[in-house]
């Protein structure tokens, strides 16, 4: 299978919108199911070998450790209990309306029972309408649902090889279903306050001051798949600084700016993998340098922090 298939925007933007507010549904669960960790990190999903996964949650309220999986090979959803009860349901031929409808009654039936304090879309143009009340999103193509997730788990292993090269606090790589991107963030231990007008979600996400990275699919806003990169508190003179490669950009999303590399240049690329983790190392440098970061302190190559095992990686078991 080629590194990067293409999946442009144009071809399954319905299924997208669909699959977007499936996953803010489960999303909204694990949410509701799970203990909070800082900056959200107890919310995302996580790639599988078949799909994306809330991990084990539950076990309070009397609730029994559940999991949901979305399996984008076989096209089903199952729900998953510890006492190895499981439940399924396929993905196609779903409404969202219909969706929430066979979620909470697979939940029902290995004894969940789980309430959502606002089920709704979360920043979505139809935030306004009921989950249960969604029947315009209706598609559904699994050749395409099948693509995303080849890309998905493809862009998850270069940012895992990313992230190995530090060693100070940093996210898991993951998926989050707001934005439908995935993720790994590297922090200081800088506290930050966000402005007056931040709310609860911003407010706790960068609390700390971070450089972030990413991936996501494409939007109204921007559409087409890209990779992206960003600091938050953004540092003066970031954007004064080279981005590599020179096809990589500016671009204002919401009340700050990413730096950007179109997915289809990668693609083109002569080496995609290392056109990437230059892009990201590039930002990341850049934005490190200008906050005072201590880069060398914080460089974890190959992933090794041990001294002797820098010196002779052979000897590592």
Same mark, same amino acid.
Not at 6 to 10: C, K, R, Y
Not at 80 to 88: F, I, N, Q, W
Not at 179 to 185: E, G, K, L, Q, R
């Given at each position: 299978?080629? /590194?990067?298939p &293409?999946?442009?925007?144009?071809q399954?933007?319905?299924s997208? =919108?669909?699959?977007?507010?499936?996953?803010? !549904?489960?999303g909204?669960?694990?949410?509701a199911?799970?203990p909070?960790?800082?900056h959200?990190?107890?919310?995302p999903?996580?790639? $599988?070998g078949r799909?994306i996964t #809330?991990?084990p949650?539950?076990?309070v309220?009397?609730?029994? +450790?559940f999991? !949901?999986?979305?399996?984008?090979?076989d096209?089903?959803?199952?729900v998953?209990? /510890?006492?190895?009860? #499981?439940?399924?349901f396929?993905?196609?031929?779903?409404? +969202?309306a219909s969706? @929430?409808r066979?979620?909470?009654?697979?939940?029902?039936r !290995?004894? +969940?029972a789980v309430?959502?304090?606002?089920?709704?879309? @979360?920043?979505?143009?139809d935030?306004h309408?009921?989950?249960?009340?969604? #029947? =315009?999103?209706?598609?559904?193509?699994?050749?395409?649902?099948?693509?995303?997730?080849?890309?998905?788990?493809?862009v998850?292993?270069? /940012?895992e090889?990313?992230?190995s090269?530090f060693s100070?606090k940093i996210?898991?790589v993951h998926?989050?279903?707001h934005?439908?991107?995935?993720?790994?963030?590297r922090?200081s231990?800088?506290?930050?306050e966000?402005?007056?007008? *931040?709310?609860p979600v911003?407010?706790?996400?960068y609390?700390?001051e971070v !450089?972030?990275c990413?991936?996501?699919?494409?939007d109204?806003a921007?559409?087409r798949? &890209?990779? @992206?990169?960003y600091?938050?508190?953004?540092? *003066?003179?970031?954007a004064?600084?080279p981005?590599r490669?020179?096809a990589?950009?500016?671009v204002e999303?919401g &009340?700050?700016? %990413?730096a #950007?590399?179109d997915y289809?240049?990668?693609?083109?690329s002569?080496?995609?993998?290392? $056109?990437v983790?230059?892009?990201l190392g590039?930002? @990341?440098g850049s934005? &490190?340098? /200008?906050?005072?970061?201590d880069? =060398?302190?914080l460089?974890?190559?190959?992933?090794i922090?041990d001294? %002797?095992?820098?010196r002779d990686p052979?000897g590592?078991?």
């Open positions: 299978m080629d /590194l990067f &293409a999946i442009p925007l144009s399954w933007r319905d997208k =919108e669909t699959l977007h507010r499936f996953t803010q !549904i489960v909204k669960i694990r949410l199911s799970s909070r960790r800082n959200w990190w107890n919310v999903f996580h790639v $599988t799909g #809330t991990r949650m539950g076990g309220d009397g609730n029994p +450790v999991t !949901i999986d979305f399996d984008f090979v096209h089903w959803l199952t998953s209990c /510890l006492d190895g009860s #499981t439940t399924s396929p993905l196609l031929g779903q409404s +969202v969706f @929430y066979e979620t909470f009654a697979a939940l029902g !290995i004894g +969940v309430t959502l304090p606002h089920p709704h879309p @979360y920043t979505l143009p935030a309408r009921p989950f249960a009340e969604d #029947t =315009e999103h209706a598609s559904y193509d699994p050749f395409w649902v099948n693509r995303h997730w080849q890309v998905l788990s493809q998850g292993l270069v /940012l090889d990313f992230a090269g100070g996210s898991p998926l989050f279903w934005s439908y991107d995935i993720a790994v963030t922090f231990d800088r506290s930050v966000p402005g007056p007008g *931040a709310d911003t407010r706790e996400a609390s700390r !450089i972030s990413g991936f996501w699919f494409g109204d921007y559409p798949p &890209a990779f @992206y990169a600091a938050a508190p953004e540092p *003066a003179g970031l004064g600084r981005l490669p020179a990589a950009h500016w999303r &009340a700050g700016r %990413l #950007t590399l289809d240049d990668v693609r083109g002569a080496n995609p993998r290392e $056109t983790l230059d892009f590039a930002l @990341y934005a &490190a340098a /200008l906050d005072g970061w880069v =060398e302190h460089a974890s190559p190959g992933g922090t001294p %002797l095992a820098r052979k590592t078991p």
